[in-house]
């Protein structure tokens, strides 16, 4: 399956961006999906995750900030992102599945910087 991201951009800090990944074929068979993000010089961080079910995690940095979703009859994976701090500046990936060591499928990412 392939896996692409869109949506980043710049934005002035206390702004919104939605992302969205739309992938190739159904995702449906993928129990739970995500979003990673990376920083220049940082490791890559798990940022949200949403199952089927529509149950979520958050990493507590974007609690409250942050929405994670998913359509599966249109095979689309959402990340909506208010209250935009210069700190969530990074690539941003959506991957599949979630769960297990690592996941097989990856965006070709979207950068979001967030200017102060």
């Known amino acids: 399956v392939q896996l692409v991201e869109s949506g980043g951009g710049l934005v002035q800090a206390g702004g919104s961006l939605r992302l969205s990944c739309a992938a190739s074929r159904s995702i449906s068979g993928f129990n739970t999906m995500g979003w990673y993000r990376q920083a220049p010089g940082k490791e890559r961080e798990l940022v949200a995750t949403?199952?089927?079910?529509?149950?979520?995690y958050y990493t507590d940095s974007v609690k409250g900030r942050f929405t994670i979703s998913r359509d599966n009859a249109q095979n689309t994976l959402y990340l909506q992102m208010n209250s935009l701090k210069p700190e969530d500046t990074a690539m941003y990936y959506c991957?599949?599945?979630?769960?297990?060591?690592?996941?097989?499928?990856w965006g070709q990412g979207t950068q979001v910087t967030v200017s102060s």
């Open positions: 949403v199952n089927n079910e529509g149950n979520t």
């Open positions: 991957a599949a599945p979630i769960g297990g060591v690592y996941p097989d499928y």
